[in-house]
């Protein structure tokens, strides 16, 4: 949860965003938030030793792996895929490094009772936050009609503009309100793309694993290669719309596409590394014996 919350007359009304904020506290409805960064570090629920120790333990699981090549025995299908998340680890945490973990409660900031002079009739009229931060009534997800209610979760978790939030009271999980600069949004683009090549990428080092069947096998190599390129995919085709200027619709529809076929490729890979246990080699089951003499979690 987290972030602002406006309360008026003592109750929860909404989650602000960074403009709205700014635009409050320059029409003087609200004062201006009172918040240390070590007011903002202790509503954390990890810290740095919470940290390092998985930092820790997932390198020893790497450790293990390269070692496990040096002797030229087998890796499993699941090694990998756990491989995969672990470097997927390591990128989130040094970028979320300094990022609050699980903030729950919400900084108030308190709407100030103002009564403005209305100018035709001279008569007070109390201001209510709803003149300056309502919901656009502009809703762009309607236009999908009875498939509204499928696709609005999907585009409020992205955070496509132009979708009001139906849950006011909380921050969105990817903010679509902030508006990075064009060589920000590239290194930002570039940055997610490159972290799904590699976590796609690390699948395909069982291109040539030992699988209990052929179909098996083929179905790794073509879901590897789905989660490798989709990403990209969704990128490159969405420039070719824009020249065509397609309407929001089929850009919508694009992205949906490409993350469902982004995630039925993630299921296959995650159930075959548990299919593929049933018939293991020999070499799979055996260790590297001077990794049980150190001492780790």
Not at 27 to 45: C, E, N, R
Request: neutral net charge.
């Amino acid at each position: 949860m987290g972030g602002f919350m406006l309360y008026v007359d003592g109750k929860p009304y909404q989650t602000l965003q960074h403009d709205e904020i700014l635009k409050l506290i320059h029409k003087g409805f609200i004062d201006v938030p009172t918040l240390t960064a070590k007011q903002i570090h202790d509503k954390s629920k990890g810290n740095a030793i919470s940290k390092g120790l998985i930092i820790l333990q997932v390198a020893w699981f790497i450790m293990q792996l390269i070692t496990r090549a040096i002797y030229h025995l087998e890796t499993t299908q699941l090694e990998v895929g756990t491989l995969a998340f672990a470097v997927l680890n390591f990128l989130t945490y040094a970028a979320w490094w300094d990022k609050p973990l699980d903030v729950q409660c919400p900084h108030p900031v308190h709407w100030k009772s103002t009564n403005s002079k209305s100018t035709s009739t001279d008569s007070n009229s109390t201001v209510t936050p709803e003149s300056y931060i309502g919901v656009s009534e502009e809703d762009k997800i309607a236009q999908f009609g009875i498939f509204a209610p499928i696709f609005r979760p999907i585009l409020e978790l992205i955070g496509i503009p132009g979708i009001p939030p139906s849950r006011k009271l909380q921050v969105p999980t990817f903010d679509g309100s902030i508006k990075l600069e064009g060589s920000d949004k590239r290194v930002l683009i570039l940055a997610g793309l490159l972290m799904a090549t590699i976590f796609g990428g690390i699948h395909g080092m069982a291109w040539f694993f030992a699988f209990p069947s052929y179909q098996e096998q083929i179905l790794w190599r073509m879901s590897a290669v789905a989660i490798t390129g989709t990403p990209w995919l969704g990128l490159l085709t969405a420039p070719l719309l824009a020249v065509l200027d397609a309407p929001l619709i089929l850009f919508i529809l694009l992205y949906v596409l490409c993350i469902m076929f982004y995630i039925t490729a993630r299921a296959v890979l995650l159930v075959l590394m548990f299919t593929t246990l049933r018939d293991l080699p020999h070499d799979a089951y055996q260790a590297v014996l001077w990794t049980s003499l150190v001492p780790h979690l």
